[in-house]
């Protein structure tokens, strides 16, 4: 990923269970990081490459967590089977010392 324009390119990436963005407890559309990650690979199955641009828009401390951050971005997404551009936003826990992913979907 290239870290100044936010910009991903090339083989399609699929993530799992145990990539490191996301937390244990990640949820997404009533789904948990297993169910989220088989339907990914279902979904990425067809593509033979794809394009993420997803610039932030806005970052948060949530309040009253300072362990909770809320950022939004819209994802401009390209693949060899579909193109769309989509308002998301996604919930990071610190745990650990560490920044993870616990929710994402639709902002």
């Known amino acids: 990923m290239d870290s100044s324009s936010g910009?991903?390119?090339?083989?399609v990436w699929i993530p799992t269970p145990t990539s490191s963005n996301y937390a244990t407890?990640?949820?997404?559309?009533?789904?948990?990081?297993s169910s989220w990650t088989r339907?990914?690979?279902?979904?990425?199955a067809g593509k033979?490459?794809?394009?993420?641009i997803f610039p932030i828009s806005a970052y948060?401390?949530?309040?009253?967590?300072?362990?909770?951050?809320?950022?939004?971005?819209?994802?401009?997404y390209a693949s060899s089977n579909l193109s769309?551009?989509?308002?998301?936003?996604?919930?990071?826990?610190?745990?650990?010392?560490?920044w993870q992913i616990a929710y994402e979907g639709p902002a």
């Open 48 to 52: 033979t490459w794809q394009k993420s």
């Open 25 to 33: 407890d990640f949820f997404s559309d009533g789904e948990n990081l």
């Open 60 to 76: 948060s401390p949530y309040p009253s967590q300072p362990d909770l951050a809320v950022v939004t971005f819209e994802q401009e």
């Open 84 to 98: 769309n551009r989509m308002k998301k936003r996604q919930y990071w826990v610190r745990r650990d010392n560490r």
């Open 7 to 11: 910009a991903r390119t090339g083989p």
């Open 39 to 44: 339907h990914k690979k279902r979904v990425n």
